[in-house]
């Protein structure tokens, strides 16, 4: 099958797990095995459905999402995977990508199986490596099992292996956190994720955080300064706010967000940006899994995209990367001038915030990145300052502006 050069991901949102995190935010519903067959039978029905809207495109990337996609089982994973593998232009080298939660993977045997079905990435929700720390934000697996969970997946012939690590967590301590890094960076990950805590409004965390000891912001800036540069000493390659991979292990899912490329998204919740219309499903599994079965309207939001807003998130990813923003890639595609954002950024460089990349790029520092909002909204201020500067002097017939 003739590969195209228009390239998509998918993304399957998996809302089921064993219990829900104190500090979770996303659409995940414990205790519904009873609803997991349904459920899949819907997705698969759904992604038939989709399939000839990405006639031209080839799937490079396919991320399963939750929830804790792994507690669907073998069976069934195997089964969404070959729905997709039959109706997408799917590409040989796809990376495709499983979150799972160590308690629910330290089975080699089923490792190989996920693999052989053609998931060859895995993303192991790990958070810390003490088991005090687990246990006080809901986390049902031990350090132990993580272990176990890594020495089933490297068993199983996964080469691509990602862990996610939260520092911030309540009563951690920084050499807290630094024992947690080392101890992840000892499982020899190809990627470690790094997140900081935060307190999402409606979460158990949100109505609990005046009673519990939380790092406060400065600490937290130390524990991720101090990560950069431990991670960067391991040889990991910062290339996003959070992520950090060895040479050719950057994940290339996410990176699609990061980039403005294209990816289409499945289940309750899961978000899209595919032909240039971005649009979310409704967060109610029974209510997306009746409208598929039905045709019935399963979408809570849908927005064509015009090209100013592009613009402005080119600018807003962009500076979320390693990889930064460049002078000629902006003039190019915003036909705009460079001058007002490169004005704030060269503001901020003597203070660190921000770092030149050549002859046209400009990238945020370790230090930028923790005030990235911050800076962002400047830069954007910056370019709607000039937008109404130049409607001002043409409404004044004064067209000599530049």
């Not at 979408?299 to 990889?323: F, K, N, P, Q, W």
């Not at 921000?354 to 005030?371: A, N």
Request: proline share 3%.
């Amino acid at each position: 099958m003739k590969q195209s050069a228009q390239t998509l991901g998918l993304y399957i949102h998996i809302p089921f797990c064993k219990s829900k995190c104190i500090y979770c935010d996303f659409y995940s519903l414990p205790s519904a095995e009873d609803q997991m067959d349904r459920y899949v039978a819907a997705l698969c029905r759904h992604l038939v459905e989709t399939a000839p809207q990405a006639a031209s495109y080839t799937v490079d990337t396919v991320y399963f999402g939750g929830g804790t996609p792994s507690y669907l089982g073998v069976k069934r994973l195997r089964k969404l995977m070959k729905t997709i593998l039959k109706h997408y232009h799917v590409a040989r080298d796809a990376e495709v990508t499983l979150e799972a939660n160590p308690d629910s993977l330290g089975d080699w045997r089923a490792v190989r199986a996920l693999g052989r079905a053609g998931f060859n990435r895995l993303s192991l929700g790990v958070q810390s490596a003490d088991d005090e720390e687990l246990k006080a934000i809901g986390r049902i697996h031990t350090f132990a099992q993580v272990q176990q969970a890594v020495a089933a997946a490297r068993k199983g012939k996964i080469k691509n292996l990602s862990l996610d690590l939260i520092y911030g967590l309540p009563g951690q301590t920084l050499e807290g956190w630094k024992k947690t890094l080392a101890a992840a960076a000892a499982l020899e990950p190809e990627h470690l994720s790094c997140y900081g805590l935060k307190v999402e409004e409606g979460t158990p965390l949100w109505q609990r955080q005046e009673e519990l000891e939380l790092p406060d912001d400065d600490l937290q800036a130390d524990m991720y300064l101090w990560t950069v540069e431990e991670l960067e000493r391991r040889g990991y390659e910062q290339y996003e706010i959070s992520n950090f991979a060895r040479p050719g292990f950057f994940s290339r899912h996410n990176m699609k967000y990061w980039t403005l490329a294209e990816y289409a998204g499945f289940g309750p919740g899961a978000h899209s940006d595919f032909g240039g219309v971005r649009y979310a499903f409704e967060r109610d599994l029974s209510a997306y899994c009746a409208g598929v079965e039905s045709g019935g309207e399963i979408l809570s939001e849908s927005e064509a995209i015009d090209d100013r807003e592009r613009d402005r998130e080119y600018l807003m990813l962009g500076l979320r990367t390693a990889v930064g923003i460049s002078r000629k890639v902006f003039e190019n595609r915003c036909r705009m001038s460079f001058a007002p954002v490169e004005g704030v950024l060269e503001r901020l460089e003597s203070a660190g915030y921000t770092k030149r990349q050549g002859d046209d790029g400009w990238r945020l520092t370790p230090e930028g990145f923790l005030v990235s909002n911050q800076i962002i909204g400047q830069v954007l201020d910056a370019l709607g300052e000039e937008k109404r500067r130049r409607e001002e002097a043409a409404a004044r017939g004064d067209y000599r502006v530049r």
